[in-house]
């Protein structure tokens, strides 16, 4: 079964700072998923990556998918309080229930 | 924006109690999920489900599990008899159709505590 090790699993940063986010695969990835979960809340879907080589952003954040898609990182530019919370990576899994698998999360928390 | 609604959004219950937890998936998916995620642990698949049957399914989602979608609208999960490691946030989650492309979106979770 496909395993997902992200890390850091915690990270404190200082309002305004860059912060980078990693997601690694011990198999392929054919689709990609960063969610940000706020504490006893639901998944909020952030972006998708499925190609090699593939970036996205939305606002301060920007998700990557390496060469050999199996690894993503998700970086905030200048980040604010408002970017705290667990970013979870979920991935695709290519069996008959089509579900997503997902790392352990980072829980970020950011000091005004 | 459509969103897949979960009720309740919390639920205290006995142990030993039948539970049953609520899904509204967004109206034009077809594949449903339950995954379910124990305070500070990671978030687990339960069970997928696709034209009226399951598809997949985890070890976690024994004999005391079952689901249902009872009408074109709701998906349930039921918990028969209910266990003190049952207490879990429970998410409800769909997509459109499978290919890696296709979004699943998330409810909000029913928290679960059995005392």
């Known amino acids: 079964s496909q395993e997902l090790e992200q890390s850091p699993q915690s990270l404190i940063v200082q309002e305004g700072k860059n912060l980078t986010i990693n997601c690694t695969s011990s198999?392929?990835?054919?689709?990609l998923y960063w969610y940000k979960q706020k504490y006893g809340e639901g998944l909020i879907f952030l972006m998708m990556?499925?190609?090699?080589?593939e970036e996205k952003s939305h606002e301060k954040i920007t998700a990557k998918l390496d060469e050999k898609k199996q690894q993503s990182s998700l970086h905030i530019t200048a980040s604010q309080p408002s970017h705290a919370g667990i970013y979870l990576c979920?991935?695709?899994?290519?069996?008959?229930?089509?579900?997503?698998?997902f790392g352990g999360g980072t829980r970020l928390m950011v000091k005004p | 924006e459509p969103e897949v609604t979960q009720t309740p959004s919390h639920q205290v219950t006995q142990m030993g109690q039948e539970v049953i937890l609520r899904c509204v998936p967004i109206s034009n998916h077809l594949y449903f999920y339950w995954y379910r995620q124990i305070l500070g642990q990671k978030v687990e698949f339960l069970v997928s489900?696709?034209?009226?049957?399951?598809?997949?399914k985890s070890e976690i989602f024994d004999d005391q599990f079952s689901v249902e979608r009872p009408d074109g609208s709701n998906f349930t999960l039921k918990i028969r008899s209910t266990k003190l490691e049952d207490s879990a946030m429970y998410f409800c989650?769909?997509?459109?159709?499978?290919?890696?492309?296709?979004?699943?979106?998330f409810g909000e979770g029913s928290w679960l505590t059995v005392v």
């Open positions: 989650a769909s997509r459109r159709a499978y290919s890696s492309g296709n979004t699943i979106y």
């Open positions: 489900f696709y034209n009226n049957e399951i598809s997949e």
């Open positions: 990556l499925q190609k090699g080589g």
């Open positions: 979920g991935a695709d899994s290519l069996n008959a229930g089509n579900m997503l698998t």
């Open positions: 198999k392929t990835l054919y689709g």
